[in-house]
């Protein structure tokens, strides 16, 4: 199996872009969750999803974010516009939902310039 | 609500020594709990996981972790640490109740002297 696919790997942009990370699951898994990773908070749970639906937003910081999940085999978090603070290293994690044990993909790193 | 703490933000150890990582949770009921390291630029590895059963886990690369209910504690060890250990290591709890969500500790790196 491929792991779990992220694209791009690199992302630079200027503040007030739109920025849109990609994210291709483990097929077979039916939960998907974005994380995003700096050096001030560590890894944050941003959003999941189970079977395609979105489960927990809880950890999106405010409506600048959106994720989504349209089939089984991708998903979407954009950020729109994009602000300096949101530079950091995002990671998109699957699992079969049912032992808890998540597989990462290697991480988006995003900076807003 | 779970939460986990690694009270060791950076460990430094010689190569070929031992090496003991810390991580304490707080859950009511019994957890899922996990290690992962992370190796600079790279994505969470699963290390291993504990569910049930014997309480001292075989992981890969040669590490080890021991649940301890009394303690509230999954400590990670490696008899004898490699170069390549170098990495940044995260302790996580899941529980059914939170459904497939994991909650992570601040993680612990460790720096490896030749």
């Known amino acids: 199996d491929a792991g779990v696919i992220q694209s791009p790997r690199h992302e630079v942009t200027e503040m007030g872009q739109e920025v849109t990370l990609r994210c291709k699951p483990i097929?077979?898994?039916?939960?998907l969750f974005w994380y995003r990773q700096t050096m001030m908070r560590g890894l944050e749970l941003l959003i999941y999803f189970n079977n395609n639906v979105p489960i927990d937003d809880s950890g999106m910081p405010e409506d600048r974010f959106s994720a989504k999940m349209p089939n089984a085999s991708f998903s979407t978090l954009k950020i729109q516009p994009s602000e300096p603070r949101d530079s950091a290293v995002y990671f998109c994690a699957s699992t079969t939902g049912v032992v808890y044990e998540q597989y990462f993909g290697p991480g988006t790193r995003l900076t807003v310039t | 609500a779970q939460s986990v703490t690694q009270p060791d933000i950076h460990i430094t150890v010689s190569e070929g020594a031992s090496l003991e990582l810390r991580c304490n949770y707080s859950y009511g009921a019994t957890p899922y709990l996990f290690w992962y390291v992370q190796s600079p630029g790279q994505g969470l590895q699963l290390l291993l996981k504990?569910?049930?059963?014997?309480?001292l886990v075989q992981g890969i690369k040669g590490f080890e972790a021991e649940f301890k209910r009394s303690q509230s504690s999954f400590n990670l060890r490696k008899p004898s640490v490699h170069w390549s250990d170098a990495a940044e290591y995260f302790c996580a709890v899941g529980a059914a109740a939170a459904g497939n969500k994991l909650t992570f500790g601040g993680g612990t790196r460790v720096l490896v002297k030749p």
């Open positions: 097929s077979g898994h039916n939960s």
């Open positions: 504990y569910f049930s059963g014997d309480t």
